[in-house]
């Protein structure tokens, strides 16, 4: 599967972004799907993951109730809609597809994107 993310950039706090991440090269819908971020020097950390159908969503505390992933596979498409931005968002962020949606979460996904960066600043 190759993943390409979009959609980053500079916006101001509790300001609002999109992510966007096109897959091909392997039947979309058989894969969970989701995001992970980070900061240089730090670990990569997971974000947020769907399930193969997008009808279950599981988010990182700290970005519980600001961050919505959704998908569309007839698109092969998968969304991170990031609302009330922090500067603690600032972080290059990647999207990750893979059979085993916990191997998401444990950020071990099978697939990576190339990260996109997302700059939350005054």
């Known amino acids: 599967v190759q993943l390409q993310a979009s959609g980053g950039g500079l916006v101001q706090p509790g300001g609002s972004l999109r992510l966007a991440c096109v897959a091909s090269?392997?039947?979309?819908?058989?894969?969970?799907a989701g995001w992970a971020r980070q900061v240089p020097g730090k670990e990569r950390e997971f974000v947020a993951v769907?399930?193969?159908?997008?009808?279950?969503?599981y988010y990182a505390e700290s970005v519980k109730g600001r961050f919505t992933i959704s998908r569309d596979n007839a698109k092969n498409m998968v969304y991170l809609q990031m609302d009330s931005l922090k500067p603690e968002d600032t972080a290059v962020y990647y999207c990750?597809?893979?059979?085993?949606?916990?191997?998401?979460?444990?950020?071990?996904?099978?697939?990576w994107g190339q990260g996109t960066l997302v700059t939350v600043s005054s």
């Open positions: 769907t399930n193969r159908g997008g009808g279950s969503t």
């Open positions: 990750a597809t893979d059979q085993v949606l916990h191997k998401i979460v444990v950020v071990t996904p099978q697939y």
């Open positions: 090269g392997r039947t979309f819908g058989n894969y969970a």
